[in-house]
């Protein structure tokens, strides 16, 4: 299964209150991909369940919570970056960088 499929799996998962199926997702997509889950998850349209079922369950450290930030703000993603920036673990240089990217994404 691609990195994407299991993105979405994990936002079904969470969006179904299955957590300990979405836990296993988590798992299961650590050990394929490099990119984290909450990045992945960030780059979706969703409706910040799934990020926030992350981030409430140990992903959670500022460059994470920056990265997921940046990438949400790539595809205009206002209530996910809401989210992530209300956690006041977004650095200033991802927030600038969100903001050049939300300027130029098409």
């Known amino acids: 299964m691609a990195r994407w499929d299991l993105a979405e799996a994990f936002i079904a998962a969470v969006g179904a209150e299955q957590h300990t199926l979405a836990d296993r997702i ?9 990119m984290s889950l909450l990045v992945d998850v960030a780059g979706y349209k969703c ?3 799934a990020v926030n079922h992350l981030y409430y369950n140990g992903q959670d450290n ?24 209300g ?20």
Do not use: W
């Open 26 to 34: 988590f798992e299961a997509h650590r050990r394929k991909s490099k």
């Open 47 to 49: 409706d910040c369940q």
């Open 62 to 85: 500022a460059k994470l919570i920056g990265r997921a930030f940046v990438r949400a703000a790539k595809y205009k993603h206002i209530a996910t970056m809401e989210f992530l920036y």
């Open 87 to 106: 956690t006041k673990r977004v650095s200033m240089d991802a927030f600038d960088k969100a903001m050049e990217n939300a300027a130029t994404y098409p």
